[in-house]
């Protein structure tokens, strides 16, 4: 299973970018695909997920700024991020399961300066 993750950059505080992460390879059985964060000096923390049938968690500091979609035909997890903070830099990384098992992708970049 390879992730190819895109869209990160730097962006002003109260800006948006929007992430995007196609899964390809063996993804028969793909089921939740979302995004974790890992801050310098911090632990991974998960952000958003979606299950292939729509149903969505996120964290509490991103809930009403952040929203994760899917497109199942396209193997495709997006990430639209508004309202950015400061707080919010990170490296992002996508994740997808499949068959229980979790595949990461490479991390990309978010800097939101103040």
């Known amino acids: 299973v390879q992730l190819q993750a895109s869209g990160g950059g730097l962006v002003q505080a109260g800006g948006s970018l929007r992430l995007s992460c196609a899964a390809s390879?063996?993804?028969?059985?793909?089921?939740?695909m979302g995004w974790y964060r890992q801050a310098p000096g911090r632990q991974r923390e998960l952000v958003a997920s979606?299950?292939?049938?729509?149903?969505?968690v996120y964290a509490d500091s991103v809930k009403g700024r952040f929203t994760i979609s899917r497109d199942n035909r396209k193997n495709t997890v997006y990430m639209q991020m508004s309202s950015l903070k400061p707080e919010d830099t990170a490296v992002y990384y996508c994740?997808?399961?499949?068959?229980?098992?979790?595949?990461w992708g490479q991390g990309t970049q978010v800097t939101v300066s103040s």
């Open positions: 979606s299950t292939s049938g729509g149903s969505t």
């Open positions: 994740i997808a399961r499949v068959f229980g098992a979790d595949y």
């Open positions: 390879g063996s993804i028969f059985g793909l089921n939740g």
